[in-house]
């Protein structure tokens, strides 16, 4: 149901499912069935605030099973349903005749009648149920609820939609089953608009079974006593609910399935199970419909109006779009009244023009024809043939780009040979150096090492992920360690990447002469086939690692290192467990995070620290490695961290190359080849710059 609560005045504290006879319900008393799926009651809403309905709806939803006195409604809180003593139940109220709902001649003249509510939803007196009734007085079909005749009593089951969606009064269409052809067909006015198709294997031919969603069990009863239909769900635990909306949409609960759609079936096309009219409209045609969209009409020529039908009031929206479907001239329509009601038409020459701008207050409907279906359809042939050109086109120029930059920068084998002869001299440049030799700390100039490719993948195990530090726009950085114990950081540059030889070869001179070499420094090159390979010392910073974006904050980050390597005694790659090789940063910062800092001094220092000392020097240590190289100090703020110690530090952020583990080992072992006196840390020589 599609319209909106305002109040449910039940009175859930005194639960019960049945009415005895002299048992009354009133607008703050309700029903609840056995198992709670169902409650019954008074309702009103918002449109229609003084008057109320006696419904059944679903506890764990506002779905509405059913409403007992659909076309009588009655003024609240009068009316109050009773079960007399002569086994009527009928609602009675102050302002007139009351509504008999069953009296005691249609119960065979049972005695002492109860009314009960079922889980099922249905309200049952003695043997006769209000799953269905001559007057139609529900618009939804629960699972077990029957569609059919009772060729006995001649009773007809069968569900009505609502006259506009806040209205309950019996609407245009209606869902019934045909005995004779043994279908489910949905009319209005008694026109059949669409028909289920023939029952077969379990299914019919128009409601189509959805894998995921539609699974029903259909059930067809047919004797001499009553032919009908009813349906139930395979998964019990959900809700299912057949409704019939005001323009002939059949849909399952919550709108997300759709059973039938005759409110897309015009007399003169037959998909999806509609039925042709016997005299279908000459001025229509299959293909045309019409289209529901927020929007207005705008004039193209003389002779266009807006007409209105105010005169009558029981004109519902689908009376409105019959009324227009049958006029040549109308291009379309939508309610005149704010409860829905009435007509207003568009006539002549006029434009439909789509609102975007969600401003329009309500939606029209606006006829649409097979050839404007044809020009959409042309149209987007040709948008989508244009925008497959336009990518075309795109390919081709970034091709030709491609192809000319390939011939500018590589004009032929000659290019080829070029860069190779200029690799072969950068090899032979320094090949004379020791391969695994490594540059003594406090040596200046470019004396770089030239490192064997099989040395690299052996230090890197094989650029393995666990290694790989991150990727920048050059390529991948891997951390390694040589077979001397030396930590390295190895910048392996992509394939694809637009540094050329000659690039290469000006960062290796230009970057070791740039750079203090007790600092952060570049050790040597790798050139294997296509690869190549930077090599650069452990404490590189990772924005120069990762961006080749070099600054001052860089050789702050070589101190922060050098700084904690002195606290603890060790060197850089001198940390593992069991799980994972750590470096001295990530150790720093797991003990600094459990507030055990003191636990990555030097043993040697137990008789001669002094503990805020130390702790402050591990602290800048950490502030100077963090993975923002803007978030570190300069080196002036480092002095003045160091020296002042009044001075209030800010918190350490998480480190750059940080490699985080469940927790932090305090007894890591060290390796026994590696046991560290004071002539085996880096050695800093002061050098202006």
């Known amino acids: 149901m599609s319209f909106t609560k305002t109040s449910l005045l039940w009175n859930f504290n005194a639960a019960r499912d049945t009415l005895k ?27 229609n605030l003084n008057y109320s309905y006696l419904v059944v709806k679903w506890a764990a939803s506002h779905n509405y099973a059913w409403i007992a006195n659909r076309n009588k409604p009655i003024l ?55 799953d269905g009734s001559p007057k139609r007085l529900v618009d939804a079909l629960l699972p077990g609820m029957k569609l059919g005749v009772n060729h006995k009593s001649g009773h007809v089951w069968s569900i009505s939609s609502w006259f506009t969606p806040n209205s309950a009064v019996p609407g245009a269409f209606t869902l019934d089953w045909d005995p004779e052809a043994h279908e489910l067909k949905i009319r209005r ?17 128009f409601i189509l079974p959805d894998e995921s969603k539609l699974r029903y069990n259909f059930s067809i ?19 299912s609910e057949w409704v019939l909306t005001t323009m002939g949409r059949l849909y399952d609960f919550d709108e997300t399935i759709d059973i039938a759609q005759a409110d897309y079936c015009y007399g003169s096309n037959t998909d999806g199970g509609c039925q042709m009219w016997d005299r279908p409209i000459d001025c229509r045609h299959a293909g045309d419909r019409f289209e529901e969209e927020k929007g207005y009409f705008n004039p193209t020529g003389s002779g266009s109006t807006a007409t209105s039908d105010a005169s009558n009031t029981s004109f ?66 040709w948008i989508g043939t244009a925008t497959a050109a336009a990518l075309l086109t795109m390919v081709l120029c970034i091709m030709c780009c491609l192809l ?31 391969v695994n030799a490594l540059q003594n700390d406090g040596d200046m100039g470019h004396d770089l090492r030239v490192f064997s490719y099989a040395s690299v993948k052996a230090a890197t195990g094989n650029f393995c992920d666990e290694n790989k530090l991150g990727e920048g726009g050059f390529g991948p950085v891997y951390k390694g360690k040589m077979s001397m114990g030396q930590e390295i950081a190895v910048k392996r540059l992509s394939r694809c990447s637009l540094q050329g ?24 090159f790798c050139i294997h086939g296509v690869e190549r390979m930077l090599i650069y010392d ?83 240590g950490l502030l100077c490695v963090e993975e923002d190289a803007a978030d570190r100090p300069t080196m002036s703020e480092v002095i003045s961290m160091l020296t002042n110690e009044s001075m209030s530090l800010p918190i350490p952020k998480r480190p750059a190359f940080f490699t985080s583990r469940n927790e932090v080992d305090a007894d890591m072992s060290v390796k026994e080849s590696e046991v560290l006196s004071g002539n085996d840390f880096s050695r800093s020589d002061i050098v202006g710059r």
């Open 538 to 620: 452990g404490y590189m910073s990772p924005e120069y690692a990762m961006g080749g974006i070099f600054s001052t904050k860089s050789d702050v980050y070589s101190f922060g290192v050098l700084t904690l390597e002195i606290i603890s005694g060790r060197k850089n790659n001198s940390f593992y467990n069991a799980d994972r090789v750590l470096n001295i940063v990530g150790y720093a910062w797991g003990l600094w995070n459990e507030g055990a800092g003191l636990r990555l001094m030097d043993p040697t220092l137990q008789e001669s620290f002094i503990e805020d000392q130390l702790i402050r020097c591990i602290h800048v």
């Open 316 to 381: 519902s929206i689908s009376d409105c779009k019959a009324a227009c479907w049958k006029n040549c001239d109308c291009l379309g329509f939508n309610y005149l009244f704010d409860n829905q009601t009435g007509c207003r038409f568009w006539t002549g020459h006029w434009k439909f023009i789509k609102d975007s701008t969600g401003y329009s207050s309500s939606n029209i409907y606006f006829l649409t024809t097979k050839a404007s279906h044809n020009h959409e359809h042309k149209r987007i042939i």
């Open 221 to 239: 009863v047919s004797n001499e006593d009553e032919d009908y239909f009813t349906y139930s769900a395979v998964d019990q635990s959900g809700i």
């Open 21 to 47: 006879p002299g048992d009354t319900l009133n607008s703050s008393s309700s029903l609840v069935s056995a198992m709670g799926k169902f409650t019954m009651g008074f309702h009103i809403y918002d449109h």
């Open 501 to 524: 030889t000659w690039e290469f070869k000006n960062e290796l001179i230009l970057i070791s002469e740039l750079q203090h070499t007790n600092l952060v420094r570049i050790l040597g």
């Open 404 to 434: 000319r930059r390939r011939i500018f920068l590589l004009p032929g084998e000659n290019r080829r040979k070029i860069d190779d002869k200029e690799l072969l001299d950068v090899k032979e440049s320094y090949s004379s150096n020791n």
């Open 76 to 130: 609240y809180p009068l009316g109050i349903l009773t079960l007399d003593q002569n086994n009527t139940l009928k609602i009675t109220h102050k302002d007139g005749e009351p509504v008999v709902l069953y009296s005691a001649s249609e119960t065979s003249n049972a005695n002492n009648i109860v009314a009960t509510l079922l889980d099922s939803g249905n309200f049952v007196l003695q043997e006769l149920s209000f």
């Open 189 to 205: 006015r008694g026109v059949v608009y669409w028909s289920s198709g023939a029952f077969r294997n379990g299914r019919f031919k």
